[in-house]
């Protein structure tokens, strides 16, 4: 699943008439960085959430990427905007489509440009094999959250640090594994019918003190691209 139903806030005004994961970096839109890199490692279904300018992303990509291939992804989209008038965060998005996920999946935001990332499925069978409820890829903190989010022990749990701890933090790349059980905790049922926003967080800072989510150090290109600047600097550098 790929994540891009949010406004886009601080793109403004690039995002007043244009949805951020449809920004482009290097020739092409942030979310096709993704499709592309999901459809050479051989996936071939891609649920995509949207909201704000919803309706610009299925018009740009349709039901299959690349349109003309034969081996392409077919993709799915949940209309949040259209359905409930709004998004419903990254919890109430995911579980919106849960009943069409497979019992392990990947999910990443479509506003991260990694453009070197694999979304090999010897990782998915790995995380598969491991019982565990979720596998996150973090990344060395940025400059805009210098404080990072989670820990990382030496056999691989990410930890939910209280604000004190001095150990080190890394930053949650929006990249991760997950399996269907993992949002059993949520009050909020499978399908969610009646649209209710719900953050993700919460939820993984549980399972991370229940020792159930594991990951690992993404050293590689990662930018959250966040404001018009950041954008504007990716834009700057020498085109792959």
Aim: with cysteine; aromatic share 8%; charged share 20%.
């Amino acid at each position: 699943m790929v994540l891009a139903a949010g406004r886009g806030e601080r793109m403004r005004p690039l995002t007043d008439r244009t949805p951020k994961p449809l920004l482009e970096v290097q020739g092409r839109p942030l979310l096709q960085w993704h499709l592309d890199a999901l459809a050479r490692s051989g996936w071939r279904q891609v649920l995509v959430n949207t909201a704000w300018l919803g309706e610009q992303i299925p018009a740009r990509f349709g039901a299959r990427w690349p349109a003309q291939a034969d081996a392409g992804l077919e993709l799915g989209y949940s209309m949040e905007a259209h359905d409930f008038g709004a998004a419903l965060e990254t919890a109430g998005g995911i579980l919106r489509v849960l009943p069409q996920l497979d019992e392990v999946f990947w999910v990443v935001a479509g506003d991260v440009f990694v453009p070197g990332f694999d979304f090999a499925p010897e990782a998915m069978q790995r995380f598969a094999a491991s019982g565990r409820l979720a596998h996150l890829w973090l990344v060395p903190n940025p400059v805009h959250n210098p404080k990072g989010d989670f820990g990382l022990s030496e056999d691989g749990l990410a930890l939910n640090l209280p604000a004190d701890h001095p150990g080190p933090r890394h930053t949650y790349s929006t990249i991760g594994l997950y399996r269907r059980e993992f949002f059993s905790a949520c009050d909020i049922p499978a399908g969610n019918p009646q649209g209710v926003a719900a953050p993700l967080a919460p939820l993984l800072r549980a399972a991370m003190e229940a020792g159930q989510v594991s990951a690992e150090l993404w050293r590689g290109d990662w930018t959250d691209v966040g404001t018009p600047e950041r954008l504007a600097a990716l834009n700057q550098e020498i085109q792959p």
